[in-house]
Structure formats: C-alpha cells, structure tokens
Nanobody, 117 residues
Framework: QVQLVESGGGLVQPGGSLRLSCAAS????????MEWYRQAPGKQRELVAT???????NYADFVKGRFTISRDNAKNTVYLQMNSLKPEDTANYCC???????????WGQGTQVTVSS
C-alpha cells in the first residue's frame, strides 16, 4: 500500500515561513499532478496549488506571490514553500496525487500549520 506522508507543519509567527513536504512511501508510476489542499475548522477544503507532470503550476489567488509548489521526482516528493504567512493561512494541509491518467488518486494524512503570535 502506497502512503503519502506530510511533514514540515508547525507553529509560526505571522510573516514567517514554512516548507511542507509530502513524500510517497514508494515510487508511483505516471503521476499526472500533485496538489496541496487545506482546510480550516468550520470551512470547506480548498485547493492551494497544483503542479502537473510537465511542471506547470497553478495557485489560488490568496497565495499567489507567497507560496511556491515544486517537486522532486527522484525523491517522490512534492513541496510547498510558504512565505509571508498570515493567521488566515492556519489550516490542515494535505497533499493529493493523481496518476495513471487521473484514474487513480491518493491523499496524505495532513499536517497542521498554525500562524499565530
């Protein structure tokens, strides 16, 4: 069973930075896209960023200019660099991978990010 393990979350002050990592326990063939979602208490889950198999990226408006998604295929890992963090960024962040023509997908368990002074 392939598992996705997120790491890098924690408590950070407003204006600070964190880098989240999501690593697959074993290689996954034919990845179509890797994504980061987040969900705050009482709110719906929202898409934060996507990177495709050819390296193109998309970002939610509320993180443009602050967050960067990247990947390392050799390490089976996707990253989310988060800068200029705001209290409203506080949420549980989960990675999501689609593969085999998006016929399959897998979710990570999530990592908590808390932005507070």
């Amino acid at each position: 069973q392939v598992q996705l393990v997120e790491s890098g979350g924690g408590l950070v002050q407003p204006g600070g930075s964190l880098r989240l990592s999501c690593a697959a326990s074993r290689p996954i063939f034919s990845i179509d896209a890797m994504e980061w979602y987040r969900q705050a208490p009482g709110k719906q889950r929202e898409l934060v960023a996507t990177i495709t198999s050819i390296g193109s990226t998309n970002y939610a408006d509320f993180v443009k200019g602050r967050f960067t998604i990247s990947r390392d295929n050799a390490k089976n890992t996707v990253y989310l660099q988060m800068n200029s963090l705001k209290p409203e960024d506080t949420a549980n962040y989960c990675c999501h991978i689609l593969y085999f023509g998006s016929r399959y997908d897998i979710w990570g368990q999530g990592t908590q990010v808390t932005v507070s002074s």
